[in-house]
């Protein structure tokens, strides 16, 4: 069965470096999406992404992130300088159609501390 | 204040105990309801997508609900492969999450 593929799948880096999280969204779908969780909270949406463009984004997601579709099969999220409060797991997802048409699947996640 | 309110925040079950989840959300133009499941230290599991208020959608031992301000996630003989917690989540023009019930069911 097709999946969502993230690495890595646990990331410890230092306050103010550069992280770039890796994801292999199933090969023939459309949409791609960035989701965090921090822990004991809810899941919470960052960006959207499709046609090689963001097409949503919520206030979490700020000058510090972007996000790249760098060939035809990567979807990477780069958080730029990186602050304790981005410790989370961060959900890589894809869908066939748009969100409110079809259904997300999820990967298993890329946690990320900030020491 | 919240979108999406999911109650009880833990729920306890024999196995074999029916019970149900509540979902209620505030979200004027709701573009769609989607329930999924969370296992301990992965991502959600898509269960189901709820359009319309009157809705149902089935799923082995799993029937969601739709209201105009709530959905229901009814659980009918549950077994203890069924304990994970099930999120709620709601489109308008973002897509969000509930906290999630976490659900145990003892053999």
């Known amino acids: 069965e097709p999946e969502v593929t993230q690495t890595p799948s646990h990331q410890v880096t230092q306050m103010g470096q550069e992280v770039i999280l890796r994801c292999v969204p199933i090969?023939?779908?459309?949409?791609f999406y960035w989701y965090r969780q921090i822990l004991g909270q809810k899941v919470e949406f960052l960006v959207s992404f499709y046609n090689n463009e963001i097409s949503e984004k919520s206030e979490i997601f700020d000058d510090q992130f972007s996000v790249e579709r760098p060939d035809g099969s990567n979807f990477t999220l780069k958080i730029r300088s990186t602050k304790l409060e981005d410790s989370a797991m961060y959900f890589c997802a894809s869908s066939m159609d748009r969100v409110d048409t079809g259904e997300l699947f999820f990967g298993e996640g890329s946690r990320l501390t900030v020491l | 204040e919240d979108q999406v309110t999911q109650s009880p925040e833990a729920l306890r079950l024999q196995e074999g105990e029916s019970s149900s989840l509540n979902c209620s959300y505030t979200v004027s133009g709701l573009r769609g309801l989607f329930w999924y499941r969370q296992d301990p230290g992965k991502g959600p599991e898509f269960l189901f997508t709820?359009?319309?208020a009157g809705e149902e959608k089935e799923k082995e031992r799993l029937k969601a609900t739709l209201t105009k301000k709530e959905s229901f996630l009814h659980i009918t003989a549950p077994k203890p492969e069924d304990s994970a917690t099930y999120l709620c989540?709601?489109?308008?023009?973002?897509?969000?999450f509930g906290t999630g019930t976490s659900l145990t069911v003892i053999p």
């Open positions: 989540a709601v489109q308008d023009y973002q897509f969000y």
């Open positions: 090969s023939n779908h459309l949409y």
């Open positions: 709820l359009y319309s």
